[in-house]
């Protein structure tokens, strides 16, 4: 599928821009699809990462020891609990920050969020931007409008907020692996790497905690487990001005069905 994007609104047609992306659907490397969604210029998968081999192939290390857990200084992942029946279907897996760093985790043409791309999107759902700065609790409601299935979620200030789950952005309450291999928290707060180094031992990461509305923003040890959520590459799109091409052909605003603009080939 090819997916054509128009950021001009149809009242003003007469200098659209276009983005044309001419790779497939977002597949990682088990040949998992993921949904996307756009929010502001930025697509993001709809849900977190599930993929136990990276995208060169490469097998990821399923690591269930404690001990373990805690002396690794190279990529590896789990589920919550080390329960591979059901927990990874519904919440993705927990990664390591080696995992992250080796910058093949994520499909291809799309990649982990650095600290400043995940700023972006809080900004897009009306966080400041010298709130996006701060750390810890942040912003108004940004955390009640990025979560998803209440069913699952404690109940709490996080659920009912009147903006829960309105962007769609559907993130689910799958608990935290702590760098010392111990699990905590499913139903109540959920947890994702950027890749963005706070320093040598820790890397940004943000948060959603039931009781909280807010969005939460702090750093991790390297060797927790963490939930990812991939947004796509920005080298990956051409802008077009006027029209978009089309199996090589140029196709001018005029001819095209404005409320129609995916499966062109």
Partial sequence: ????????????????????????????????YYSTIN?????????????????????????TVDDDWTALTTGARSEYNND????????????????????NLAPEGWHVPTDDEFKQLEKELGMSESESNGTFYRGTDEGAKLAGRADLWDDGDLDSNSEFGS???????????????????????????VTTEHDVNDSWYRGLISSNPKMFRSDSDKNGGLYVRCVRDTTAWNTLYGGVWNLGSFVAWEDLDKHNWEDWN
């Fill in 167 to 193: 962007s769609g952005f559907n993130i689910l309450p799958g608990g935290v692996r702590f760098y010392y291999g111990t699990y905590s928290h499913i139903g109540a707060r959920s947890y994702f790497w």
């Fill in 39 to 63: 929010i502001g210029n930025q697509e993001w998968m709809l849900e977190n990462l599930k993929t136990t081999k990276y995208n060169d192939g490469t097998s990821i290390p399923r690591v």
């Fill in 1 to 32: 599928m090819t997916t054509w994007t128009h950021t001009s609104s149809d009242s003003d047609p007469s200098n659209p821009t276009w983005l044309y992306h001419s790779s497939q659907l977002c597949k990682d490397g088990d040949g998992n």
């Fill in 84 to 103: 591979a029946s059901s927990e990874s279907d519904t919440y993705g897996y927990l990664y390591n920050w080696y995992a992250v760093d080796t910058g």
